[in-house]
Every structure is written in C-alpha cells, then in structure tokens.
C-alpha cells in the first residue's frame, strides 16, 4: 500500500516538474525581442454607454472622431502581456517617459469597410502586422507576433462594428502603434513598450487635385536610414520642407534621393504612379522609399489588366522630359487615407507642367472604383486580400 502510495507520489512530483518545465519555456523570452507565445488573452471591458449616437456620420472631420474602444498590451519583462480592449481614453505617463525624448515610435494605417450585406472586412490587413515588424527591427522594438496582431485587431474590430460606416468611400480608419515607456533620460533601448490600436470612422478623404513640386533640397529619407519604416520621427522631418512648399503654394513635394536629387522617391507620404501609354511607372520600393500596400495593389491590378509595370528607379530628368513631351497622362499619389490622390501640375525649378484634366484619366479613375468595390466585398476577391471580421 505504502509503495503504491509513494509511485503515485513520484509520479505526481515528476508531472509538476514537467509543468513548472513546459510552463517556464512557454514564457522564456527567444531573446529580447521576441516572445514564444503567440496568443493571449484579450480582456475585454466594454463601456458602459457607447457614444455612437453623438456622432454625425455625415460629417466626419478625419481622424478626430474615435470609436468607443481601443486595444492596449505592454511588453514587460521580454513578452507581451496584459491584452486587453478598453474604452477609448487619454493616457497618462511621466515626463521621462522615453518616447517623448528619443522617439523610438512607430505605426500603421489600414482601414475596414462595411460590405452591402452589413459584413465588416479588413484590407490586407497581415501586411500591415509585417511592415509593423519590419519597422519594429529598424527600431529596436519588439516584434509582435503576426497571429497576435490579427487577434487584436480582429476582436477590436468585432467590439467596435457598429462604428464602421456604410456610406460609398468611407471606412473606418484603423491606427496601430507601438511607443517606448521606459521612464528612463538616457539613449538606450527602452525596456518596456506599449502597443495601442485605436480606431476612426472617416468619409471618402477627399483631396483637390494636387500641385506639387520635386524638392532638390531637403530629403525625407536616406540611405542607411529610417525611411522603409514607418517611424515616427521620419514625419516630423518632413514636415518644415513641407511647408516651405505650401507658402510657396504647392500642396505638397515630391521627395528625390538624398545624394544627388536625381531619383524620384515618394509624393509627401504616398508613393507615387506616373501612367504613361500602356506603362505604369513607379520607384521601387528601397530603403529610402516605403513599401506601401496600396502601391502593391496597384501595380498587381495593373499588370491583371494588361498593362506593362515598371517598378524600378525613376530619374527627375525621365519624368521632366516626359512631361515635356506631354507623354504623362496620369500621375497619382497612393496609399491607404485617399487610395488614390490624383496630381495636376508639377513643378520643377522653374517649370510647370500641367497634367491631363482627372476626366481623362482612364486608368486611376477605374482603379479607384474598383478598388473601393474590392474593399467592400462587391468583386471577386481573386488575391485574397479581404479578411471578414
Ligand atoms: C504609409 C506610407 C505610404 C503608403 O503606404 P500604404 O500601405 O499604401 O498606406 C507611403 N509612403 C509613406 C512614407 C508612408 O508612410
């Protein structure tokens, strides 16, 4: 009796060795920047009282109307823990809170869209949990495991539905980012991190066609920079040359190389597509010139209909001579607030060249409806790129 008693005893002591075991390696941090885990589990606490009645959905400033709830995790000890979606609300840190000193911050942007049916449908929205990690390394900030973004963003989403207009071009404007905490004055990698989704229901973000001009000056990005990442501080640099530009009355630049002013990059924060004949043209993505994923769904649709993508490095001197042989029929900023912002005139030195009327611009008119359909579930989804919520 004493020696059963005593093997089931062993038995039970090994179990609880191999537990404390598989418990401690589940949550080992890999290394600093990586947890093993990658699903957690997310408390939600809804409000009370929605505030969904006070909004004017036809009158949408974009982004300054927030949706009832946000998602918050910390990465503390090497992993991220404490997920949970709360209601929207102001955050509250010490003034040495790293962030506001080194600026070691990064974000994203998507949007999900309500189909005819009342469904609610994410637009590639994985690719944004990549470009995120991608900016996260550049940084020195921890990953967050793919599975855990589309957790997060998914049940955020879920909770706040009824915040997603229906209205043809509107959306609600999704903002992912992850910031250091450490409340610590010195240059080092921060410890502990703070992730937030938040969300916006906006309308169609309308632009006026835009009068740009290519900068020979100041840069965005260089190489060996930050510009691939969607870093913080890379648009509090742009904004002093950008408004140089808007007292001279452009709306905004186009961004060339840092050494020699020669290539084209990006139009303010969007890539940029010039369409001419049966080519769409645009600079390949480097690191100085952001991977947008509008860009990515332009130039795939492009070459679905036939058309020749080049998507490689773009001279100033190819585009100005374009434009002077009138060879340009359509140029277009692209990425995910407008889709789509038509360019009318651009500026080089002390030319202008005007483009073709947006009437005529066959190409990136269909584009924009098609894609604004796309998004809303009323085409064929041949790419996979709509995830139902
Ligand atoms: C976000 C961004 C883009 C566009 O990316 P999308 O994924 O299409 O929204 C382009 N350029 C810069 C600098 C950006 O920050």
New binding site residues.
Partial sequence: MLKILYIIGTLFQHLWFVRLLSISYLHAPKNKSCMIADTLDINIQQVSKSRLEEVDFQNLPFGRVFSDHMFVMNYEGGKWDHARIEGFKSLSMSPATSVLHYGQAIFE?LKAHKSKDGEVLLFRPQDNARRLNQSAIRMCMPEIPESLFMEALTKLIDVDRGWVPDSAGSALYIRPFMIAVDEYVGIRPSDNYTFIIFTCPVNAYYTEPLHVKIEEKYSRASSGGTGYA?ASGNYAASLYPAKLAQEEGYRQLIWTDSSEHKYIE?SG???ICFVMGNRLITPKSSDTI?A????DSVTTIARDWGMEVEDRRVSVDEVVQALKDGQISEAFG???AATIAQIESITFRENTYNLPGKENRTFSNKLYDYLDNLKRGALDDAHNWIIKV
């Fill in positions: 942007g969607k990006e924060t969007m890539n952001l947008g994923i509008t860009k692209a990425g995910t």
